[in-house]
């Protein structure tokens, strides 16, 4: 093969791998395996724990809180949320999908309230839809049932209000802006994404010498997730969304889909006995289905979730870099004075599924539920029954 | 310039994900069967989504065009 062959080759893989989108199925099943692998090592992922920890360190820098006991970097929350943006903002260079984008200012008020509202929810519900909902479910919480419905319901209510204000709110755009940079930016993102990759690499292998190794592994699997959740669009609010707004439900399938293997993989571990049985199972239902309903409602304000808030924030989307930031510093402060882990707990104890009949009644039961989900969703895309306009 | 003639042009500029489908959407419901919808948006994820939507519906997406700073996708009603 000569040379020349030998690069078109490669420049067509690439193009196949960062030009287009991946299928969501695929980012489904890459997510739970990353998931799982996170877990394995020790720390099941989570978005809002690291968001948190942003949180608690911007009002501790302002004079408004105590230092945090979590390292702002080296913590397994933060970590995990750290590496979450830096994939997805190294992917969106691979891609040369970086890019500033400005929105109107009542987008970036919605991202605003939408924001501080995730903050709330995710506070009762001890998490966002990943760790509240697809990591507590899988790892067999009840809650995380309980986070699915108020979810749901979070987002209908979400959707009336966004069909009111179309109706109702005219919203000027902002001139279009010259592209800053021209087309060489575009042309060089690529390396640059390629060379930010090596860096985390190196990053990770250094926390290892340092007997971070544990950190290290979880900076890799974090930032692989944020890889694959950015080239997918892999988008959680959709799950809960879609099908009530056009009626398709591929992003639910998936959702679904993953969540089903990761259950599978995180009992597993349980099982065997490679992580603890209490592990993210850590709150009441109530709270998961009081929270989800404020997180469903404030991630179609915002048009992310936890982590669809943190990956659209790394490709440059201003509202969603506003939505993390009151994310974080309203569920730092609600976490620290309104729902502390004392007001968590006179709700009740949480509930391990296996619990109730052995691990493999668990598995069943939320296997006909996740199931369930996804065939009522099907059904309503050949129908048309719950699509709200 | 326009590949396409449009009846009408939806300026989605700066608005995200699901800003320009549900003002597609609204948009559509009062169009003629047959006409052009122009919709000019900036949100990376308008390129799945629009196809996938007009899969949907049954109309028929035409394609987009790479502008000066936003890209213009265009849509015609069944």
């Given at each position: 093969?000569?040379?020349?062959?030998?690069?078109?080759?490669?420049?067509?893989?690439?193009?196949?791998?960062?030009?287009?989108?991946?299928?969501?199925w695929?980012?489904?099943v890459?997510?739970?395996?990353?998931?799982?692998?996170?877990?394995?090592?020790?720390?099941?992922?989570?978005?809002?724990?690291g968001?948190?920890?942003?949180?608690?360190?911007?009002?501790?820098?302002?004079?408004?809180?105590?230092?945090?006991?979590?390292?702002?970097?080296?913590?397994?929350?933060?970590?995990?949320?750290?590496?979450?943006?830096?994939?997805?903002?190294?992917?969106?260079l691979?891609?040369?999908?970086?890019?500033?984008?400005?929105?109107?200012?009542?987008?970036?008020?919605?991202?605003?309230?939408?924001?501080?509202?995730?903050?709330?929810?995710?506070?009762?519900?001890?998490?966002?839809?990943?760790?509240?909902?697809?990591?507590?479910?899988?790892?067999?919480?009840?809650?995380?049932?309980?986070?699915?419905?108020?979810?749901?319901?979070g987002?209908?209510?979400?959707?009336?209000?966004?069909?009111w204000?179309?109706?109702?709110?005219?919203?000027?755009?902002?001139?279009?802006?010259?592209?800053s940079?021209?087309?060489?930016w575009?042309?060089?993102?690529?390396?640059?994404?390629?060379?930010?990759?090596?860096?985390?690499?190196?990053?990770?292998?250094?926390?290892?010498?340092?007997?971070?190794?544990?950190?290290?592994?979880?900076?890799?699997?974090?930032?692989?997730?944020?890889?694959?959740?950015?080239?997918?669009?892999?988008?959680?609010v959709?799950?809960?969304?879609?099908?009530?707004?056009?009626?398709?439900?591929?992003?639910?399938?998936a959702?679904?889909?993953?969540?089903?293997?990761?259950?599978?993989?995180?009992m597993?571990?349980?099982?065997?006995?490679?992580?603890?049985?209490?592990?993210?199972?850590?709150?009441h239902?109530?709270?998961?289905?009081?929270g989800?309903?404020?997180?469903?409602?404030g991630?179609?304000?915002?048009?992310?979730?936890?982590?669809?808030?943190?990956?659209?924030?790394?490709?440059?989307?201003?509202?969603?870099?506003?939505?993390?930031?009151?994310?974080?510093?309203?569920?730092?402060?609600?976490?620290?004075?309104?729902?502390?882990?004392?007001?968590?707990?006179?709700?009740?104890?949480?509930?391990?599924?296996?619990?109730?009949?052995?691990?493999?009644?668990?598995?069943?039961?939320?296997?006909?539920?996740?199931?369930?989900?996804?065939?009522?969703?099907?059904w309503?895309?050949?129908?048309?029954?719950?699509?709200?306009? | 310039?326009?590949?396409?003639?449009?009846?009408?042009?939806?300026?989605?500029?700066?608005?995200?994900?699901?800003?320009?489908?549900?003002?597609?959407?609204?948009?559509?419901?009062?169009?003629?069967?047959?006409?052009?919808?122009?919709?000019?948006?900036?949100?990376?994820?308008?390129?799945?989504?629009?196809?996938?939507?007009?899969?949907?519906?049954?109309?028929?997406?035409?394609?987009?065009?790479?502008?000066?700073?936003?890209?213009?996708?265009?849509?015609k009603?069944?």
């Amino acid at each position: 093969m000569s040379d020349n062959a030998l690069v078109g080759k490669f420049k067509q893989g690439y193009e196949s791998l960062f030009e287009q989108n991946w299928p969501l199925w695929v980012g489904a099943v890459l997510i739970a395996f990353l998931a799982v692998l996170a877990a394995a090592v020790g720390r099941p992922w989570g978005v809002v724990g690291g968001i948190r920890v942003w949180g608690d360190w911007i009002w501790y820098a302002v004079g408004l809180a105590p230092r945090p006991v979590n390292h702002l970097f080296l913590s397994d929350g933060a970590i995990l949320t750290w590496g979450l943006l830096a994939g997805a903002f190294g992917s969106a260079l691979l891609s040369r999908q970086l890019a500033w984008t400005m929105a109107p200012a009542w987008e970036l008020g919605k991202g605003l309230v939408g924001g501080i509202l995730l903050g709330i929810g995710s506070g009762m519900a001890g998490g966002c839809n990943v760790g509240g909902f697809y990591t507590a479910l899988a790892a067999g919480s009840v809650s995380g049932f309980a986070m699915l419905i108020g979810l749901i319901a979070g987002a209908v209510v979400g959707l009336k209000y966004l069909l009111w204000e179309i109706e109702h709110v005219t919203i000027k755009s902002p001139a279009p802006k010259e592209k800053s940079g021209g087309a060489d930016w575009t042309k060089s993102q690529p390396w640059l994404g390629a060379l930010f990759f090596a860096g985390l690499i190196v990053a990770a292998y250094a926390l290892s010498l340092n007997a971070y190794t544990t950190t290290g592994l979880l900076l890799v699997i974090a930032a692989g997730i944020g890889l694959v959740i950015q080239r997918c669009r892999f988008c959680f609010v959709r799950a809960f969304r879609d099908p009530f707004m056009t009626g398709e439900s591929v992003a639910t399938k998936a959702v679904a889909l993953s969540t089903l293997l990761c259950l599978l993989g995180i009992m597993i571990l349980k099982w065997t006995g490679a992580l603890p049985e209490q592990s993210y199972v850590y709150h009441h239902w109530i709270g998961g289905l009081v929270g989800g309903a404020i997180f469903g409602f404030g991630m179609l304000l915002t048009g992310g979730c936890g982590s669809g808030s943190v990956w659209r924030a790394g490709e440059g989307q201003v509202k969603l870099i506003i939505a993390v930031l009151a994310f974080a510093l309203s569920n730092s402060l609600f976490r620290a004075h309104v729902w502390t882990p004392t007001v968590a707990k006179a709700w009740g104890d949480p509930f391990f599924l296996p619990q109730l009949g052995g691990y493999f009644w668990a598995l069943i039961i939320t296997g006909v539920v996740l199931i369930a989900w996804w065939a009522l969703t099907a059904w309503n895309e050949e129908t048309d029954k719950l699509t709200m306009y | 310039m326009a590949e396409y003639k449009a009846d009408e042009i939806l300026d989605a500029r700066g608005l995200s994900c699901p800003m320009p489908i549900l003002k597609t959407k609204k948009l559509m419901k009062d169009m003629k069967s047959g006409q052009i919808l122009e919709i000019q948006g900036t949100d990376p994820g308008t390129k799945n989504d629009l196809p996938a939507y007009a899969s949907r519906t049954g109309d028929e997406y035409l394609g987009m065009e790479q502008r000066d700073g936003y890209i213009s996708f265009f849509i015609k009603k069944k």
